[in-house]
């Protein structure tokens, strides 16, 4: 099953204030809905597993894409929250490599997901 989220503020896909997404599970990854304004770790979870080897994890994958989501200092300890904090140094080298990441890109490593 195909999904889309809508990433654009001038989409027509995208939700107004109140209005929800669309649901999906595909590839183990459940998107719940959404409304617009609201976040989910789901998301993250697809975005790092995309950017990597296909796996949830802190260490896998290659600096500097495995440090987008996941990566740097972990603030929280717990399974409720993940708080990560990023040198500037490191921000730079993440912004640096996404701004290489297309959608081409981030839909085949989204494709090589073996849930």
Known sequence: MATSLASNADSPDRPEQGQQTRVANHKGVNFRRLTRGQYSATVDNAIHRSLTDGYLGYDNGTYPLNAAILGGVQLHEGDDYIVSLLTPDRVR????????VGREALKAGYDCIDI
């Open 93 to 100: 080298d993440v912004a640096d490599a996404m701004a290489g």
